[in-house]
């Protein structure tokens, strides 16, 4: 028997798809990079934003002005890298809407959980979101971004208004509620995206799966995209 198989080598980090133990490999380093770098950008922007619209005072108004507009180009550029990133290696794909056992998904979400109910969707390295999960980012992605970033971008250039003439059908207070507004939603979609990171078969399973990357598989019940016929194929 060689020193080989007696002291096997260190794994090295895992590639994706890779399973051992119950478990498999499925968030890459980048994403998980880039997920808890926008988390605490987005978390800095709440705090610093409700505290310019006068909720609280916590670093008092001019600094908060200050690290809340700091955070919001750090987001921008955080976003651009990832959308090279997303296209690049084809990533984009995981975020494609689907209605595929969205039924499944929401009654699971609303009792199914808390009856102990197998859980309906099996995460692989290509389906990592559930089609609620899916529908969830294109609402983010469609509704609320633009809102937040159009109104943001409008509140920060308020200077240049009028040499575009903006500010002939454009006014501060409207802009200021559009931005709250967005802001209320992102706040929404934070808790309940925190919420759901505790619907693991731990409390801290999906929080520890991207820090390490790591996803424990889990017992599920039937999973028809899992059959030869993937999602959008045609069946007979």
Known sequence: ???ATLHPAPRAAGTPGETGAGRIYIFKRYE?????????LIITMLLTGFE????????????????HTLAAWALL????????????????????????????MARY????????????????????HNPLQRLAYLALLAAVS???????????????????????????????WAHTA????????????VYLTTTGHTP?????SMITGWEDLEPHGPDPAAAPHADGARTH
């Open 146 to 176: 633009p809102l937040i970033w159009g109104s943001g971008l409008l509140y920060l250039f308020r200077a240049f208004w009028p040499q575009f003439g903006l500010d002939r059908w454009l006014t501060l207070e409207w802009v200021a």
């Open 109 to 128: 979400y609303a009792w199914g959980m808390f009856r102990g109910a197998p859980h309906p969707y099996q995460k692989t390295v290509q389906r990592k």
């Open 182 to 193: 967005g802001a209320f939603m992102m706040l929404t979609f934070f808790i309940v995206h």
């Open 32 to 40: 998980r990079f880039w997920h808890w770098s926008q988390a605490g």
């Open 204 to 208: 801290l399973a999906h929080i520890k």
């Open 52 to 67: 310019v619209h006068g909720s609280y005072t916590l670093l008092g108004f001019a600094q908060a002005v200050r690290l």
């Open 77 to 104: 550029l955080l976003w651009a890298f990832t959308i090279f990133w997303q296209f690049t290696t084809g990533e984009w794909r995981q975020y494609l809407p689907t209605l595929k056992k969205v039924d499944a």
């Open 1 to 3: 028997m060689s020193d």
